[in-house]
């Protein structure tokens, strides 16, 4: 049984017309002789009715405190909804489906609320509803634990669903498909002229999508590439060949630079040793913040000096950590961490001379930097961030051609 992953994100099956051009994905797998096995997310982005965000503002900020169960069971229900008017449609079409949770898809994970992970798959349902000729319908995002509660898998999660499914069906391959064409040299909502990249290797869209292109989920990489599955990126809207991932990678061996992406919403901090002198915490601060599980980066430590970054969603923690500890520091909100991204940039020298050019031209101040084999990072204030990616993204000669 030659058995295909196909997942449809929240604007493929946001609208009726939309939702048309998915079943035609559908038709066409089984056409090509395949099985599909189709995970859906929920329907549209915020503000509209069904959207995550959208059930999420029906409830108040302390539910999350009170009662973490509920709060995934309430963003569960977007995925589901999808799953019965997905199938819905497609029996409309002639298309026998079948509508399933993550639950009865099979998915067990632990209890770790919002951002569980998968302890077991038990395919069986999937495999007797494609033994009955029908399409099963799986609600992304989601599973159930060992005690038979809902969870969910974070955001972004449904990526996570079809990849996992993918590799415990041994699929032919993983096909996501959203609202581009596959994934560009950087987000097209940035750069207008970003090209599609035809090929990839798992390791450097892994680089993309953990350094903030969110057009596939970190995790559903890594599922897909320890299991050697293949993993296809597609535009619903669009016959565009997309993006393959694979352990090959781009062939297109003249482009030192791969892309471009950025994560805003950065605080640059810095603590002096000469504000805190005396302060027996100073040179334990690291330890602290992370037993309090605030990550860090661009870690610079100097002598004289801490710097480093960390999220904004974690900024008031760590200003309660910092004023407890009676640390001072000084600090610039609001940075984004812009990500050069190029398996071929490894040993070859200059790059970081040509972007800091092209950065200079353009008079944006680098606030840090820091470097990878594959990946060199540069810290600009947001509001820069688009003019700082499109000058990255010329400079490197990335666009159409
Ligand atoms: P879905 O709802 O289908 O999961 P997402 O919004 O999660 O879609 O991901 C698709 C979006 O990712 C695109 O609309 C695009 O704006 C954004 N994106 C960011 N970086 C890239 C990139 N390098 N290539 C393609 N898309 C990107
Ligand atoms: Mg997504």
């Known amino acids: 049984m030659k058995i295909i992953v196909q997942k449809f994100g929240g604007t493929s099956v946001s609208t009726h017309e939309r939702r ?47 009662n973490k169960l509920s709060i995934d069971l309430l963003m569960a229900c977007g995925e589901i909804i999808s799953t019965v008017v997905m199938t819905d449609e497609l029996l409309d079409k002639g298309v026998d489906a079948i509508p399933m949770t993550g639950g009865q898809a099979g998915i067990i994970t632990d209890d770790n609320y919002n951002s569980a992970t998968m302890v077991g798959l038990d395919p069986n349902k999937i495999l007797k509803a494609l033994e009955e000729g029908k399409v099963p319908i799986i609600a992304g995002f989601q599973g159930v634990s060992e005690n038979g509660f809902l969870t969910t898998l974070g955001r972004g999660g449904s990526d996570v669903t079809a990849a996992l499914l993918g590799v415990a069906l041994k699929a032919e391959g993983v096909e996501i498909y959203t609202d581009v064409d596959g994934i560009m040299t950087a987000d097209p909502r940035i750069v207008s002229d970003a090209s599609l990249i035809k090929e990839i290797s798992y390791n450097e869209v892994f680089q993309f999508a953990d350094q ?150 353009e008079n944006i101040k680098v606030l840090q930097t820091a470097d990878s084999h594959t990946t060199i990072w540069c810290l600009v204030e947001g509001q820069y961030t688009e003019k700082a990616i499109n000058a990255l993204h010329k400079g490197f000669n990335l666009g159409h051609h």
């Open 212 to 361: 903030g292109a969110k057009v596939i989920h970190p995790r559903a990489v890594e599922i897909a590439m320890k299991g050697n599955i293949p993993l296809i990126i597609k535009n619903t809207l669009s016959n565009c060949q997309g993006t393959i991932i694979n352990n090959i990678g781009d062939l297109n061996l003249n482009n030192i630079i791969t892309g471009i992406t950025h994560m805003s919403s950065r605080v640059q901090i810095k603590v002096a040793l000469k504000d805190n002198e005396n302060n027996a915490h100073y040179y334990s601060l690291l330890n602290i913040l992370a037993e309090a599980s605030i990550s860090i980066d661009l870690i610079n430590v100097f002598p004289e000096d801490n710097i480093f970054t960390i999220d904004g969603s974690d900024f008031d923690k760590f200003n309660d950590i910092m004023n407890n500890l009676n640390l001072k520091y000084s600090y610039i909100d609001n940075c984004s961490k812009v990500a050069i991204i190029g398996s071929r940039m490894r040993g070859i020298p200059g790059v970081m001379a040509k972007i800091l050019k092209c950065l200079n031209l």
């Open 20 to 66: 048309l051009m998915v079943i035609n994905k559908i038709i066409k797998a089984k056409e090509e002789g395949f099985f599909p096995v189709v995970v859906v997310s929920a329907m549209g982005r915020k503000g509209e009715p069904y959207a995550t965000d959208t059930l999420l503002s029906l409830t108040s900020n302390r539910l999350k405190e009170r």
